[in-house]
Every structure is written in structure tokens, then in C-alpha cells.
């Protein structure tokens, strides 16, 4: 048996509510920022209804992984990002289908969309004009580079971002080259970020009693608030931090003589004497090239060689116990199969298996974070095939059987 099928069963609980029972957040947006900063409204209960563009959807839906067990790909983006979300598919070039959309966006609290600026304009929707019906909307706006600026109209995805932010440049490699992370970085901060603004906003007209407002989201500014302090460095100092600089010492990956790997860091003298005592050299903190973190960073390279130098004698296990025994912050460095199989993260049932009840196999996903202990959210639905709840979304608007057959015969919705 696997580690993932030793997983905590996850069974969906339809009828769960949460803090925001009651916040309807209508998503027309497409990809990874939209969907992770409406994930996180609808795993504390927000009615969370996915606009999907009729034939083909959300383009999220074709991230897929190639694998033998699945002919067309998995869809793990899909499947964890989509979860607690209604799906409406409309052609949103057809009159009356854009006409029950207006209906729907005046039954909200939030709009998300991700077009470019300009675009939801175009398709009558701008936001002064749905918040005349509607003045306690929140409408974020996502964008590469915001609603204003030179740089509204280009494209914006992620690895554009991630380089224009400085982030490849601090991460380059060793010839040099810059280093784009391997995961939608970006987009995940920006959701998050998102979220929050999202809550603020529904506060000043819930709690303050005040207006609907425009949230400007940009994937670039959230990006470059997690940076650090390197461009106000470089406007004080007038230089450029070199990249792979350390902000402590000793601090670093290690690899160990099985072939795994610990991270290890000493970012604090208490620590740095702690490591210095676990690798046999308490001696090293009396001297003045090691006794503190700025004395330290200036030898690094001959500190990193002495701990690396240690560790590699050592199994991880080994490892982890001993400066584990001295009170070092040190741990293990992972892949899925150690992650899956750990026993803090099994305890806390950090991932699940989600049983999406439509006969296929369970699929892993993280839980719901953060935990709320009073009001915590909870997965209710799994993701939803493009269109399922088209009929469903419809009638809740008044929308009769007839109506709505006869939008599907012309093909103003699609239904699954």
C-alpha cells in the first residue's frame, strides 16, 4: 500500500457551513491567481460559482500531468483548485446569456475576474455599472501589471512576473543564469494576498456599513512585497546584493552520506553556538571570525565546508538526531513520497484523500488551512465537471424549465 492510500479519507460534508455562509463570489476568472484567492473564500464557506466559458471552461481544467493511469492527463490543478465551487457554463457572447449573468452578479457580495483591463468593459460589465444595481459589490480586478500604467495591455502570466520582480535574479544558478521557481509562485501569493484584500473589503460594507469598492490586484505587487528588503537596500547603498547571498550563517542545504539532504539553520548566536557544539567545535564561537552573524556571513564558505563537511559522515537520520539533541533547527529535506508518508503531517491529516463520488479514485489534496477553531472550514464540494450546476444556478435565478431550454438548444449554456 502506498503512502498516500494510508491518508486520511476525506468524505465531503455537503451540508457544512462556515464563516462566510452567506457570501456569494461569483469567479470569472481563468488560471491559478483567480482560483486560489476564490479557494480560500469558498473553503470557509462562500458560495463560490465558477463562470466557465461554454465548450471549453476554465483553462485551468488543462494543466494536466502525463501519466500511464490517466490516457488524457492528470488534472490535480483542477481537482484541488476548483473544489467547493459551482460551475455555470455560458457563451458569453450570447445577449441572453450575458443577461443572466448581470442577474446572478446582482445576487453577489464579490466578482473576481481576471481579463485583461478594458476587457469586462467591453463586455458591458464595468464595475460602476454593476454597482449601481448592486452598491455593495467588491469587484477584484487581477491582472500581470494592474489597471493602470504602460504595462496594463501586455500579458501578464506568472514567469513574466517572477522575472520582472527581481526574484529570478536573486535565484540564479551557478553559471549565472536566472532561476524561475518550478511552481506558480506568483499567482499563489497574489490569491492569497487576494483573499485577504477580499475580506477587508467585505468588512467596510458588512461590519461599517460602507460601499462596494474596485480591488486592483496586480500579480507584480504582491510578488515584490515578499522580496525582502533588497530594493531598499540598493537605494541606500547604491549596490546589488550578490546572488545566493545568505541573510545568516551557518545556513544551508547539507547533503547526508545516504544521499538525503537536511536543511540547517544557525540565524541566531544562541543557534550558531548550538551547531557549533553538535559538530564538535564549541570552540568556534570565541573566535572573532565566527562569534557573530556578520563575522560569520564574511567566512562563510569556510564555516559551510566545516558543518557540510560533518554532515556528510552522517545518515539523515543520524543527522536530525543529534542536532535535534542540541536543540538545532535542522530538518528533513523532502519529495512527495517522505512528505506523504511523515508522521506530523499524517497526524494532522495535512492531506486527504478527496472522494469526488463520481467513481474515480480518491484524489490527494492539502486540507483546508489555515485551521479555525471555532469556525473551520471544510470541503463540501468536490470539483465540478464544466456546466454541472448550470441548470441548478439558473432555476435559483427564477429562470423557468422552458427558459432554460431553450437557452441550451441555442447554445447560450452548457449543462453536464
Known amino acids: 500500500m502506498s503512502a498516500a492510500q494510508e491518508l486520511p479519507a476525506a468524505p465531503l460534508q455537503p451540508g457544512a457551513s462556515g464563516p462566510l455562509q452567506g457570501v456569494r463570489v461569483v469567479d470569472l476568472s481563468r488560471l491559478v491567481a483567480g482560483n486560489m484567492l476564490t479557494l480560500q473564500l469558498g473553503d470557509f464557506g462562500a458560495d463560490v460559482i465558477k463562470v466557465e466559458a461554454a465548450g471549453s471552461g476554465d483553462t485551468l481544467r488543462e494543466w494536466r500531468e502525463s501519466h500511464a493511469d490517466f490516457p488524457a492527463g492528470f488534472d490535480g490543478w483542477w481537482r484541488t483548485y476548483a473544489r467547493n465551487k459551482r460551475s455555470l457554463a455560458l457563451d458569453l457572447r450570447n445577449a441572453e446569456a450575458m443577461a443572466w449573468l448581470r442577474r446572478l452578479i446582482d445576487t453577489a457580495q464579490v466578482l473576481v475576474e481576471s481579463f485583461r483591463p478594458g476587457t469586462l468593459e467591453a463586455m458591458g460589465l464595468a464595475p460602476d455599472a454593476l454597482r449601481v444595481s448592486n452598491p455593495r459589490l467588491v469587484v477584484v480586478r487581477l491582472s500581470g501589471w494592474g489597471q493602470t500604467g504602460p504595462y496594463r495591455e501586455l500579458p501578464g502570466f506568472g514567469s513574466l512576473i517572477e522575472g520582472f520582480s527581481g526574484y529570478a535574479h536573486k535565484h540564479r544558478g551557478a553559471d549565472g ?54 530594493v531598499s537596500a540598493f537605494a541606500a547603498t547604491g549596490v546589488d546584493a550578490e546572488p545566493g547571498r545568505k541573510i545568516a550563517s551557518p545556513r544551508g542545504s547539507y547533503r547526508c552520506k545516504d544521499g538525503l539532504w537536511v536543511s540547517m539553520s544557525g540565524s541566531t548566536d544562541t543557534m550558531a553556538r548550538r551547531v557549533f557544539e553538535a559538530i564538535g567545535r ?57 512528505l506523504l508518508a511523515d508522521a506530523h503531517v499524517v497526524e494532522r491529516g495535512v492531506y486527504v484523500r478527496l472522494d469526488s463520488g463520481d467513481g474515480t479514485e480518491p484524489t490527494v489534496m492539502h486540507q483546508v488551512t489555515p485551521r479555525l477553531q471555532g469556525t473551520p472550514g471544510s470541503i463540501r464540494r468536490a470539483a465540478p465537471a464544466r456546466g454541472q450546476h448550470t441548470h441548478e444556478l439558473l432555476a435559483e435565478l427564477g429562470a423557468t424549465s422552458a427558459e432554460r431550454e431553450a437557452l441550451q438548444r441555442q447554445g447560450a449554456i452548457e449543462c453536464s
Open 282 to 338: 564549541p570552540a568556534l564561537m570565541d573566535e572573532p571570525r565566527f562569534n557573530t552573524n556578520a563575522a560569520r556571513l564574511a567566512h562563510d564558505e569556510e564555516l559551510d565546508e566545516m558543518v557540510a563537511g560533518f554532515i556528510a559522515g552522517l545518515d539523515q537520520g543520524e543527522c536530525l538526531a543529534l542536532f535535534r539533541r542540541h536543540g538545532v533547527t535542522v530538518g528533513p529535506i523532502y519529495a512527495p513520497p517522505q
Open 177 to 230: 543564469t536566472p532561476q524561475l521557481p518550478n511552481l506558480a509562485m506568483a499567482d499563489m501569493i497574489t490569491g492569497l494576498t487576494g483573499a485577504f484584500a477580499t475580506l477587508a473589503a467585505l468588512r467596510e460594507v458588512e461590519v461599517r456599513g460602507g460601499l462596494g469598492q474596485v480591488l486592483d490586484l496586480s500579480l507584480l505587487e504582491p510578488m515584490l512585497a515578499i522580496m525582502g528588503p533588497d
